[in-house]
């Protein structure tokens, strides 16, 4: 069953301490990866498409990073302002209809 | 004007009620899409339309009736609803249905009591 896996759940920082939020996926036959940011009572916001291993993208304090299995979403001296609900989804080959599966979200909380 | 635009924010209704969820895009987008989001469960996929035309419909129960009249307006007709369907309910356009990135509004909160 494809499948699409976001760790931690949650995730406190502090304002500058950087981390990695991850995506893993056990799909067949992987078209494209999104990242988006949601905040609280809002729709998602769309950041970042990535279509192959290796490719990175960047904005402001993100970056997002591909390999075979699993995306990495970093984030460099975050902000409180960065305080939001990371998902990532992907979209497959052959998927029906320009499905896309999103993981459950990581929460990430950064404090002053 | 944002890109896609849904209305209203907030419904509550009870299980009898008839009520109407809208959606506006403005980005010139040839699919749209109707999503459910619930607490600590990944956005579900309900309709998908490309040219006005329904392509996907995964599993919804008949309580929930898409209509697409053109290509920048979607509705989601709701009509005895259960209380298991509170949930937060996202329209999202994209420029086509093969796979490309889905922009989304705001949501429609919606409570069923």
């Known amino acids: 069953e494809d499948q699409v896996t976001q760790s931690p759940e949650a995730l406190r920082l502090q304002e500058g301490e950087s981390s990695s939020l991850n995506c893993s996926y056990t799909?067949?036959?992987?078209?494209?990866l999104f990242w988006y940011r949601q905040d609280p009572g809002k729709g998602p916001e769309f950041l970042f498409t990535l279509y192959s291993a290796g490719e990175e993208k960047e904005k402001e304090r993100l970056k997002a990073t591909l390999t075979k299995k699993e995306s990495f979403l970093h984030i460099t001296a975050p902000k409180p302002e960065d305080s939001a609900t990371y998902l990532c989804?992907?979209?497959?080959?052959?998927?029906?209809?320009?499905?896309?599966?999103f993981g459950k979200g990581t929460k990430l909380s950064v404090k002053p | 004007e944002t890109g896609v635009t849904q209305t209203p924010r907030h419904l509550v209704m009870g299980m009898t009620n008839k009520k109407s969820l809208k959606c506006e895009q403005h980005l010139g987008h040839n699919a749209m899409y109707w999503y459910k989001q619930s607490a600590k469960k990944p956005l579900e996929l309900m309709f998908v339309y490309s040219l006005e035309e329904r392509v996907e419909n995964n599993s919804v129960p008949s309580r929930f009736s898409p209509e697409c009249p053109n290509s920048s307006h979607l509705f989601l007709h709701l009509h005895t609803l259960q209380p298991e369907d509170s949930a937060l309910y996202l329209c999202?356009?994209?420029?086509?249905?093969?796979?490309?990135?889905?922009?989304f509004g705001e949501g429609s909160r919606l409570t069923v009591l």
């Open positions: 989804a992907v979209v497959l080959y052959g998927g029906s209809q320009g499905n896309l599966i």
């Open positions: 999202a356009s994209s420029q086509d249905n093969s796979g490309r990135e889905l922009f």
């Open positions: 799909v067949s036959g992987l078209r494209g």
